[in-house]
């Protein structure tokens, strides 16, 4: 025996269109696709989950990054008195911190995760890609706070400098993560092989170490127009100019202007970067 579902109980999929008997063939209506998940909540999703599952793995580098920056700056405490150049010696290790974490790490793991075909995850989920991004980069850049603090105190104990204007690093410290990790990323997504994609981060690593620790009156003029290019100088600047007795706010403002453009550029590219990879 045959039974009729009556039209307004059935299912989307096989309602009767309007003007046809409800005992007539039925068209097929698709049913409508759920909206686009929004940017951020989207962002605090990937933030959430990234820093969940880096926590555990990620704490031991960031162990060894404070270790190294703490380490660069007691072999300076050598070579270097005070003055401007010990200023730039604390900025540039505490900003290391970050370039270790921020570029180095997360240049490996975008590269992993385009190698091991974890981009198609992301693909398949309804989120945007800036989010994705944006997400594993804030996650990164978080991991920094506690090793670059740790790293300009001990700094300014060390050299004797004044840690009255230390708070910039509020400002720093996120700056400079977006920079460099926009940067890592887009290293990570653009390199054909994970193992290119982790000598980059090394060398973008390496170049945030020879040119924001050494003082910049110190190096020649062509390497001084390479640090000018390296996202992180600006943060360096920035802080260095802090620890004088009477900061110049407005050239400080400058400098993390500067920072703060760099990182939305880089943080583009990176996005740029995630969809070329992601459609491959």
């Known amino acids: 025996m045959t039974s009729i579902i009556p039209a307004r109980t059935a299912p989307p999929s096989v309602r009767s269109a309007p003007g ?3 005992t007539g063939p039925a068209r097929t209506v698709a049913a409508p696709l759920a909206p686009r998940a929004r940017l951020l909540p989207s962002l605090a999703a990937v933030y959430r989950a990234q820093l969940s599952r880096a926590r555990v793995a990620r704490i031991p580098l960031l162990f060894v990054a404070t270790f190294q920056s703490v380490g660069i700056m007691v072999l300076m405490r050598g070579v270097v008195d005070g003055g401007a150049e010990a200023r730039a010696v604390v900025a540039g290790s505490s900003v290391l911190v970050v370039a270790f974490v921020a570029l180095n790490l997360l ?9 091991g075909g974890g981009l198609d995850h992301y693909a398949t989920l309804p989120v945007p890609p800036a989010a ?4 594993a980069a804030a996650a990164y850049a978080s991991f ?4 670059t603090v740790f790293t300009a105190i001990t700094g300014s104990v060390l050299f004797q400098l004044p840690m009255t204007h230390l708070w910039v690093l509020v400002a720093v410290v996120p700056l400079s993560g977006a920079a460099l990790a926009g940067l890592g990323a887009a290293l990570g997504l653009l390199a054909p092989r994970p193992e290119l994609a982790t000598l980059l981060g090394q060398l973008g690593m390496s170049a945030a170490l020879l040119l924001g620790v050494l003082p910049a009156d110190r190096l020649p003029e062509p390497v001084g127009w390479a640090r000018d290019l390296l996202p992180s100088t600006y943060g360096v600047e920035a802080l260095a100019r802090s620890f004088d007795a009477r900061p110049d706010w407005g050239l400080i403002a400058f400098f993390l202007a500067i920072c703060a453009a760099v990182g939305v550029l880089s943080l583009a590219v990176a996005t740029w970067a995630y969809r070329r990879a992601a459609v491959r």
């Open 144 to 147: 920094t706070v506690p090793g």
């Open 20 to 22: 046809t008997s409800p």
């Open 132 to 135: 994705v991004v944006l997400g």
């Open 107 to 115: 240049a490996q793991y975008f590269g992993q995760l385009r190698a």
